[in-house]
């Protein structure tokens, strides 16, 4: 709390950064198609799922992987093709999870298994979101649940697998830092 009275949360390169990632996840999501739709639904998850564990892991901050899900929900809902602004609600629920279980593991995601964990159930949080705004807006209801595992499934597995693709990305750019974490290390070399 105290870092909020002091100043701001986010620093400008955070917010350049994260708004960055948002906008790579609506590029991916518009531009990338496969043909699999039909025989592995949520199968993209593999992709969706990097910049927000990369934006998570550069930035370390709670909320980071929100304010992505918002930028890319914003984004897609707009912007997006025939699916309508509900979208936001999916990216939005996507990037909570993700903070929430950042929170969980304090910070380890760096390690491949929590990489794994975020990716998988980030994709399955916005499965479920999906899942839950089409009963909202659905009346048959019933035939929505009834092939709900597949899919939870597929959103489970290609996320993890994104989980994993993120992992060796961030690796590669971990020592890179941003201008004010550099500033502390450099006046304080033993925190590294």
Request: aromatic share 12%.
């Amino acid at each position: 709390m105290k870092q909020l009275m002091r100043g701001k949360y986010f620093a400008l390169t955070e917010v350049c950064f994260l708004s960055l990632m948002g906008a790579l996840v609506y590029v991916l999501r518009a531009f990338i198609k496969t043909p699999t739709h039909g025989i592995l639904p949520g199968h993209n998850a593999i992709i969706w799922v990097i910049p927000f564990i990369i934006g998570l892991g550069l930035t370390r901050k709670f909320g980071s992987a929100t304010y992505i899900g918002v930028v890319s929900g914003l984004l897609l809902g707009i912007l997006g093709d025939h699916e309508g602004g509900l979208k936001f609600f999916e990216y939005l629920g996507m990037g909570f999870t993700m903070d929430v279980m950042g929170l969980f593991f304090k910070g380890h995601v760096g390690n491949v298994i929590v990489c794994v964990l975020l990716g998988a159930f980030g994709s399955f949080a916005k499965f479920v979101v999906n899942y839950g705004l089409a009963i909202l807006v659905s009346q048959a209801a019933n035939v929505l649940l009834a092939g709900v595992a597949w899919p939870a499934i597929v959103h489970l597995v290609f996320g993890g697998a994104g989980g994993i693709i993120a992992f060796i990305v961030l690796n590669r750019v971990k020592h890179v830092r941003f201008p004010h974490q550099q500033a502390k290390v450099s006046e304080n070399p033993k925190t590294v």
